[in-house]
């Protein structure tokens, strides 16, 4: 049974930071690349950062320079630390397991919410 828990979200004053976590189980983590999306109310889902099952990364354009997507392999859990944190981050953020080889896979997390506000 595959399973991906978010945590570590909350409300946060603009500036600050949070740092999310997943935690996956039933799946071989190090074989899949892992990313961080988010929604907010009346917008479209959008990828944040992903990290790939080699540990190579890309970013939002939106969050380049304030977010790190990183992964323990050893633990299963894939992290976001956010920095600088602004309003507009404001958000349902999932995470995302996939597999684009083999026997593909994709799966969710049921999402956590961010709220950046003074």
């Known amino acids: 049974q595959v399973q991906l828990v978010e945590s570590g979200g909350g409300l946060v004053q603009p500036g600050g930071s949070l740092r999310l976590s997943c935690a996956a189980s039933g799946i071989a983590f190090n074989f899949y690349d892992m990313g961080w999306y988010r929604q907010a109310p009346g917008k479209q889902r959008e990828l944040v950062a992903v990290?790939?099952?080699?540990?190579?990364?890309n970013y939002a354009d939106s969050v380049k320079g304030r977010f790190t997507i990183s992964r323990d392999n050893a633990k299963n859990t894939m992290y976001l630390q956010m920095n600088s944190l602004k309003p507009e981050d404001t958000a349902v953020y999932y995470c995302n397991a996939k597999k684009n080889w083999g026997l593909r896979n994709d799966y969710w997390g049921q999402g956590i919410q961010v709220t950046v506000s003074s």
């Open positions: 990290i790939t099952y080699v540990g190579s990364t």
